[in-house]
């Protein structure tokens, strides 16, 4: 047995043996470059470190061990790909970080009816690689849909790109296998398109941020892969026109599939990045909306991108670029899907992923770049515009650390404050995590808060799944 | 103050009183005229008298009401229109009958945000319209949409004909107000697309058929309206050929905007029914498939409709009958919409909501007949083929009391295992209510219905808001 590092009040050596019995002794870590390894996810620079990792193989060996923690008290950190932006899968109470890794099998691709059944360690662009591979489109894609899970996914009801017209993750779940944090191992519902028996525990599992239990299979609703998409890049001297076009856009009729905004620092941080894609940008350029349309009639597309095209020009938009070929479009999306890690290259930051009503879009923009000043902040601001999803990343640049530990904290208040005064909300698709849990009392008052910590208690009791996350 | 015909144990004078002042005189009946109307929906032939009927104007009210019945645990049965089909409105307990009725302002179509808040005494088809007006689309639409209203469809998930390519009732639900049992009025979550903060009460609220709250406003997302569709009705020799075709169609790659079956007593009762539309039908017809496309171009439809037509050719279809124009599309709907009504007025009969996953409608449809053959029964089935949504009615016909109300039970019990053993549950869009609660545990096991009877207390400590519907 190799040495253990550190081992929490509530974590022993008797429990160590039990869970090598019960998932193999190789599977059970305590070597140290292990657990610095599954210290951190994609959240900020934060580290902690568990006691233990364990993989296990299946869902029986997840419920063995989490009877197990039930039973001692022992927290559990559950974790898919390690992706995540909100601190999720950090085990900042030590204890159990239990990877779903090796639950990696697409266990059947029906094409029959039109649903993939999979376990949560599938990487998502492997998924509906396979997916597409049927004429089949699983379209929930997250920037990160190269290395996260669909676990984690599942988890966060990440969105992505296509979301706009083709939804988000809970959008295309009809089951899930899910252990609980007692151990019972449930399925939440049935694997149709139509539920109305008893209440909707499916969608109370997406999107509840691994805390209510953790999911071994997901049964998830597919639609027929659309054969042809056009791209667009649009430029605009005032980011305000551009945030204003794409609620128009949407009112004139169209949807298209996908709606992203960037600001000019995310386009141009990104092209340093990334390194082998260049878009001409004029001077005055100040932001792009990259849109895209997709179907399966060329002149329906071809018609759809001349509509919008007469909008945005309504709006100031400079030269238009159309995509080519699949080669630049692939890069134009490389350098969109590529903007959040160029921020994390250029400067620490922390990232709001504010989401308004499409249309307060233009307010939200104005709002935080006011609350910039007052505080003064660099913001870079990019997104899903479509719907209305901004993530506004902070930029530490020039502030102290004074001011970036302390008074920023009332700017991000602030923020939200406005986001929440335009209907909108604090986590459009990152979820609340660890990091943005403070926050959570400017959406939800005591009555609200007090619904889900009660429904967190329901399903588990001694409190050991991801405790401190979401909320306190 | 007018006669009291009945009080429950719990319901005493001096709570009339109460709510005679929170509500005022008139809004508060006793009066036998009033219960009798308010004693039955449209679940078979199912009367419960309530002890009094309510009809607050506005969420402060419900409060006031709730926390009364809260504290003196006064039963309170919550009611749209009363036109479910599992007894979800029948006040089985007695006690108050709270209609929401009054609550029936469109509050606000929001065009720039595609977004529509509305109470929930709006009946669907009104609501519909009134957004129709300004271009925009809300799909779901119950059979029943001329007399149901939006409440009641937020309190069963309801679907109907357009689900199979729009979703149903829980896709277009952003957020709720809601009354909990406990008088406190709470907003379930934010008016955006995407919302990953905290658990999704929202979907929880949805479908849970008035017993965790009374939905007090609605925001509800919009499309933009589809501004062209064609219509076809197709015939076949062997209804589970019909079933199979439907499947094949979406393999295909086709999203149609209905795709409704219906067995030769259906379409045959509804025109007798109706009395105003005729449909030519072949003497060997047994079931027809009534298949709609939509979208906003004209050559892209009838490509569509061409494909359609050939696979259904594979599988033995007859002459289609493309519908001309507006008139004969509103014909060929209005028999479909009221085949319901057609086999209500033709006998006594128990309707089951059966759903699959949509590939295996041939199956369920060759087992509904065998199980019909082995219990004596007849049976007459439509529905949402594209959904794999199958209405089963169970027609009493030359059964005798003692089959119907005995041996008939075994009968359903079976249907229902088939419907499990393929991937399927007991109700798609009509909830559980009073009338299905019995054959929950076919689909749940005892975790899954601590869970959901644990969610019920938490909500509902005194367990008075539409207490005994879904489980008891």
Redesign the interface.
């Known amino acids: 047995m190799p040495m253990i590092t550190a081992v929490s009040s509530s974590l022993a050596i008797e429990h160590l043996f039990l869970f090598q019995q019960i998932c193999g002794e190789k599977y059970v870590f305590v070597d140290e470059e292990v657990l610095h390894h599954y210290s951190h996810d994609e959240t900020e620079d934060l580290h902690f470190l568990p006691d233990v990792v364990i993989k296990p193989g299946n869902a029986e060996e997840i419920s063995s061990i989490l009877k197990i923690c039930n039973q001692y008290k022992i927290p559990v950190t559950p974790r898919a790909a390690g992706t995540g932006l909100s601190g999720g899968a950090l085990p900042h109470l030590g204890g159990v970080l239990l990877s779903v890794e090796r639950l990696n099998k697409i266990i059947n691709i029906?094409?029959?009816?039109?649903?993939v059944v999979t376990e949560p360690g599938v990487i998502t662009e492997v998924l509906q690689n396979a997916i597409k591979e049927k004429?089949l489109f699983y379209p929930p894609d997250p920037s990160s849909r190269g290395s996260c899970m669909i676990g984690g996914n599942i988890a966060?009801?990440?969105?992505g790109p296509k979301?706009?017209k083709y939804?988000?993750v809970?959008?295309y779940v009809l089951n899930l296998e899910v252990v609980?944090p007692t151990g019972?191992i449930?399925?939440?519902?049935?694997?149709?398109?139509?539920?109305?028996?008893?209440?909707?525990?499916t969608?109370?599992i997406?999107?509840?941020e691994g805390t209510?239990g953790i999911v071994t299979k997901a049964v998830l609703r597919l639609?027929?892969?659309p054969k042809l998409d056009l791209l667009m890049l649009v430029p605009f001297k005032d980011p305000v026109d551009a945030c204003a076009a794409v609620?128009a856009i949407?009112?004139a009729?169209?949807?298209p599939s996908a709606m992203e905004f960037m600001e000019r620092d995310a386009i141009e941080w990104s092209m340093r990045f990334v390194n082998d894609c260049i878009v001409p940008m004029n001077d005055e350029t100040q932001a792009h909306l990259l849109i895209e349309v997709d179907g399966?009639?060329i002149?329906?597309l071809m018609k759809e991108m001349e509509g919008i095209s007469e909008i945005v020009m309504g709006f100031n938009a400079g030269d238009i670029l159309f995509a080519d070929d699949a080669q630049q479009k692939a890069e134009l999306w490389k350098l969109r899907r590529r903007v959040g890690e160029a921020v994390k290259s250029h400067s620490v930051y922390k990232e709001e992923?504010t989401?308004?009503?499409?249309?307060?879009l233009p307010v939200l923009l104005k709002g935080v770049k006011e609350i910039g000043k007052k505080y003064g902040f660099h913001s870079v601001c990019y997104g899903?515009a479509g719907?209305?999803?901004l993530h506004v990343n902070i930029i530490k640049g020039e502030l102290s650390d004074e001011q970036w530990n302390g008074s920023l904290k009332q700017g991000i208040i602030e923020i939200f404050e406005l986001v929440?005064s335009l209907?909108?909300?604090?986590?459009?698709?990152?979820?609340?995590g660890l990091v943005q849990k403070d926050y959570?009392p400017i959406?939800?008052?005591p009555?609200?808060m007090r619904?889900?910590k009660?429904?967190k208690a329901?399903?588990d009791p001694a409190n050991i799944l991801n405790a401190g996350k979401?909320?306190d």
Do not use: C
């Not at 029906?110 to 649903?115: A, F, I, V, Y």
């Not at 694997?191 to 209440?199: C, D, M, R, W």
């Not at 209907?423 to 609340?432: A, P, Q």
């Open positions: 029906d094409e029959r009816n039109l649903q004429g966060e009801n990440s969105g979301a706009v939804g988000v809970k959008d609980l019972e449930i399925w939440t519902g049935a694997n149709v398109l139509k539920n109305a028996t008893g209440y909707n525990l969608q109370l997406v999107g509840s209510l639609i027929p892969l609620s949407f009112a009729g169209f949807v399966n009639d002149d329906v992923d989401v308004v009503p499409r249309a307060e899903h719907d209305g999803n929440k209907g909108g909300t604090i986590s459009g698709e990152h979820g609340i959570l959406v939800f008052n009555v609200q619904l889900m009660s429904i329901l399903f979401i909320f």
